[in-house]
């Protein structure tokens, strides 16, 4: 049987559609061998996962996806076979996840102003007691009120940047994302680096700050990136020395373009990040 590695996926322990055994069955019957569950801000669903896939035979890479502020911009940071446990990520998830409960209240205190009522009381109950909840609960609970057609539409009226229900947000800074994972004993990679829109001149700079903070990949193939985006992320992955990851980003079975496992070869010459495990 050939390897298949996803290295980013979600659960409904964050924003996936999926519950943490759910998503497992779905990546064994994608043909994933090696699939890294990375929940936003909570490593809650990793000992569900981790039960069903030795059911199912996957090998499962425990994992966190941890938002960062550098320069005034959000970047996502990836922890790869991380342990839970530690005492140094638990405390930083817990920072992390009281910023993100702030921006939930004043998220749905502004679309109370906009006479949107009942989103704070169903986006918790959407979340659960382990869920995280992110701005993609708040887009489904517009969708089903018919405030707006679509998760996009919510984005796109109300939740994006500039938008009326938008709260700008500082999360963890760089060195300390980064540190919690290592800390933790995993390796954290840059996540789907082409989607934060910056010139090469500013990634190049936010490459030099992410090494020297201890950063060790680049996430090169991803579920949206097309061949270019995929042959310059490899590019900055060689300049800067970094390994090399490949991940889906899987939400929801729902998107028929980002499927678990449905991922291109990481280029020739690459250095695989499970090399680093």
């Known amino acids: 049987m050939s390897l298949q590695y996803d290295l980013h996926s979600h659960s409904r322990s964050s924003d996936g559609a999926l519950s943490p055994s759910e998503l497992v069955a779905r990546a064994a019957a994608q043909g994933v061998s090696h699939l890294a569950l990375t929940d936003h801000d909570t490593t809650a669903g990793l000992a569900q996962a981790q039960q069903a896939a030795q059911q199912l035979g996957i090998n499962l890479i425990n994992g966190i996806e941890l938002s960062v502020t550098w320069n005034k911009h959000c970047f996502h940071i990836v922890g790869l076979n ?11 998830m817990a920072k992390i996840q009281a910023i993100r409960w702030a921006r939930v209240e004043k998220i749905a205190n502004l679309l109370e102003k906009k006479k949107i009522f009942g989103s704070f009381a169903a986006v918790t109950q959407a979340a659960g007691q382990t869920g995280m909840i992110t701005r993609s609960h708040f887009a489904d609970f517009l969708c089903q009120q018919q405030y707006v057609e679509s998760e996009q539409a919510a984005f796109d009226t109300y939740l994006a940047e500039g938008k009326s229900a938008y709260v700008s947000t500082t999360w963890a800074g760089l060195d300390e994302a980064v540190s919690w994972i290592n800390a933790a004993g995993g390796v954290a990679v840059l996540a789907h680096p082409m989607r934060y829109h910056l010139t090469m001149s500013w990634m190049k700079r936010f490459l030099t700050a992410f090494k020297d903070c201890g950063g060790r990949g ?7 990136a097309n061949p270019d985006e995929v042959r310059r992320a490899a590019l900055l992955a060689q300049q800067f020395s970094l390994a090399c990851s490949v991940g889906s980003d899987f939400h929801n079975p729902k998107n028929p373009w980002l499927e678990l496992g449905r991922l291109a070869p990481l280029p020739e010459h690459s250095q695989p990040v499970w090399d680093l495990f």
């Open 82 to 92: 991380i342990a839970p446990d530690c005492p140094v990520l638990m405390t930083g």
């Open 218 to 224: 680049i996430e090169v193939v991803t579920g949206r």
